[in-house]
C-alpha cells in the first residue's frame, strides 16, 4: 500500500516522525508532496473557516503522486455540515486533518513552547492516523486506548493512544490485502 502525506502550504512540526508512524501503523510506503495553500471556493468569511467537503474535493485532483490513499494536512480551521468545527474528515480514498485547533496555541498563550509542540505533534499523529483508519474502512472504535476511538474534544484527543488496536489492526490487513 501507498500512501501520500500532502502539506499545505507552512511547515508543521513532528513531519518526520509521522510519516514513520503512518508507515509502521500501516505497513505503508509514505510519500510526501509540499502544495502551496490554493486558491479554493471553500473558504466562508462569514465564519473564517474552510468547509472540509469542499476544500477535500477541490485538492484531491491536485497532488501528483499516485497512492492508494492520501491525507492532506492543513494548518487552517475546518467545518462540515453543521458542526461547528472538525479536526479531521475522510472521504474516498482521501482526508483532510486540520492542524488549527490541534495546536495548544489557538486558545491562548502557553508557558512551556516545548511542551506546547510535544502535545501539538501527538495531536496531528493521532488524528492524521484516525483520518487514515477512516480512509481505509475503518469506523470508531470501543477500544478508548485506540486511535479510531471517537474524540470530540482534545480532551478525547489527548486521552487515547496513538495507534490501532489489535482489532482495527487487523481490519486494515485484511482490506489492504
Ligand atoms: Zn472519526
Ligand atoms: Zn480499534
Given amino acids: 500500500m501507498r500512501i501520500l502525506v500532502a502539506l499545505i502550504g ?3 512540526p513532528g513531519f518526520h516522525p509521522l510519516l514513520d508512524l503512518i508507515g509502521k501503523e500501516f505497513g505503508a510506503t ?5 502544495l502551496d495553500m490554493p486558491i479554493t471556493r471553500s473558504f466562508r468569511s462569514q465564519r473564517g473557516q474552510y468547509d472540509a467537503e469542499v476544500f477535500l474535493k477541490e485538492l484531491a485532483p491536485m497532488v501528483s503522486h499516485h497512492a ?3 491525507a492532506f494536512i ?4 475546518l ?3 453543521g458542526l461547528n468545527f472538525v479536526f479531521g474528515l475522510a472521504s474516498g480514498r482521501n482526508c483532510i486533518v486540520s492542524l488549527a485547533r490541534l495546536d495548544p496555541r489557538f486558545y491562548g ?11 501539538f505533534k501527538e495531536r496531528i499523529q493521532k488524528e492524521t492516523l484516525h483520518e487514515l483508519g477512516h480512509t481505509s474502512g475503518l469506523g470508531h472504535c470501543d477500544d478508548k486506548n485506540c486511535v479510531m476511538s ?6 478525547e ?7 490501532f488496536c489489535e482489532r482495527c489492526k487487523k481490519e486494515i490487513k485484511t482490506k489492504s490485502g
Fill in 68 to 70: 492508494d490513499m492520501t
Fill in 109 to 119: 498563550p502557553v508557558s512551556s513552547p516545548a511542551k506546547a509542540n510535544a502535545i
Fill in 150 to 155: 471517537f474524540s470530540n474534544s482534545l480532551e
Fill in 79 to 81: 467545518f462540515a455540515g
Fill in 74 to 77: 492543513t494548518r487552517e480551521d
Fill in 30 to 34: 509514505v510519500t510526501t508532496e509540499f
Fill in 10 to 12: 507552512r511547515t508543521m
Fill in 157 to 163: 484527543v489527548d486521552a487515547k493512544g496513538r495507534a
